[in-house]
């Protein structure tokens, strides 16, 4: 929307009684236009059609927000021409990660645990009653992997392959499996859904704690394993800005980076999924796109399958996907 439409629409979201995620992602969008555009800009076109007292109770709340939050750091330099970038934690270490003045170790001092990953573990095949059987009894017995993996191979090799990716071990993660069935979109299930999806992923209240300990190494690999991490938790923001760590200090073709990447391209948040997509045409090179395609193609998720084509274009034609598509700045590529 133009700034103008989307302060009115985010402005009335904030008034009627939404489920508090959409009421947080409404005044975190009028904030960033309150930053970007000026507190007169959002007081003009968010209240046209409201009476004095409703416009002046929510200025003041908006300003409330504003004094408690601190301020944010607004980039001008967006690509395109586009409206300028709102970030607001750990910005300054990105510039320094950027000007290696700063060690990343210095601004993630941990190690992320070994289970971390296991948060994001999940599998979609289609419905099948047998298989969806089969699921159902190995979350109930993980010994019968070999016996179902048998009957069953793609179930099987499924299971193996996402284990192995996340390393962790099958027999360790089907106990704590859930299965759910949906619809092509990943939606719920309704009378008018078409194809029926199966899903097998963590049951996250039973999934256990993601902790964290002192890390005594500063390597790329952990934090990969950190970026794994923070995508399984709930801020967008602390998964991005790994994300871009990565996008600024990782080698070409870095396993871990390149899996974290496509793990989070199927994220809630569009900023982490276009961080996903930067980091994966800096990083990226011809030998590594079998890799990243197979593993975006089992995320069965249309996020995914966007990024996917989108990589794919890029290695097919890489000077006309920049004229094209020169919203991705790739700032870093030699």
């Not at 008034?15 to 959002?42: C, I, M, S």
Request: aromatic letters at 8%; a negative charge; charged letters at 25%.
């Amino acid at each position: 929307l133009p700034p103008d439409q989307a302060c009115k629409f985010f402005a009335a979201c904030l008034r009627l009684q939404y489920h508090q995620h959409v009421k947080a992602v409404a005044l975190g969008t009028v904030l960033q236009l309150w930053h970007a555009e000026g507190r007169d800009f959002v007081a003009s076109n968010a209240f046209t059609d409201q009476s004095e007292e409703v416009t002046r109770e929510t200025m003041a709340y908006l300003e409330a927000v504003i004094r408690r939050a601190g301020p944010r750091r607004v980039f001008p330099n967006r690509p395109c021409g586009g409206h300028p970038r709102v970030s607001c934690e750990k910005v300054d270490a990105m510039e320094a990660l950027q000007r290696g003045t700063l060690d990343w170790g210095e601004v993630w001092r941990y190690a992320a645990p070994q289970s971390a990953s296991r948060r994001l573990f999940r599998i979609v095949l289609d419905y099948d009653a047998g298989l969806a059987a089969a699921a159902w009894e190995l979350t109930q017995n993980p010994s019968s992997l070999h016996d179902i993996s048998v009957r069953y191979p793609v179930l099987g090799q499924a299971l193996e392959y996402e284990a192995a990716t996340l390393g962790v071990r099958p027999v360790d993660i089907l106990p704590n499996l859930m299965i759910t069935f949906v619809d092509e979109l990943l939606y719920p299930l309704t009378k008018n859904s078409g194809s029926k999806l199966m899903v097998m992923q963590l049951d996250v209240l039973e999934g256990g704690s993601s902790g964290a300990c002192k890390s005594e190494t500063s390597s790329i690999d952990n934090l990969s394993a950190i970026a794994m991490q923070k995508l399984s938790q709930s801020c967008s923001e602390s998964s991005r800005l790994v994300l871009e760590a990565l996008t600024i200090l990782a080698p070409r073709s870095h396993r871990g980076a390149l899996t974290a990447a496509c793990y989070a391209s199927v994220h809630k948040d569009a900023s982490v999924r276009e961080q996903a997509l930067e980091l994966l045409l800096r990083l990226m090179q011809e030998a590594d796109v079998d890799y990243v395609s197979r593993l975006l193609e089992t995320r069965w998720d249309v996020h995914a399958k966007r990024i996917l084509r989108e990589v794919r274009d890029y290695f097919q034609e890489p000077e006309t996907y920049v004229a094209e598509m020169g919203t991705y700045k790739l700032r870093y590529s030699n």
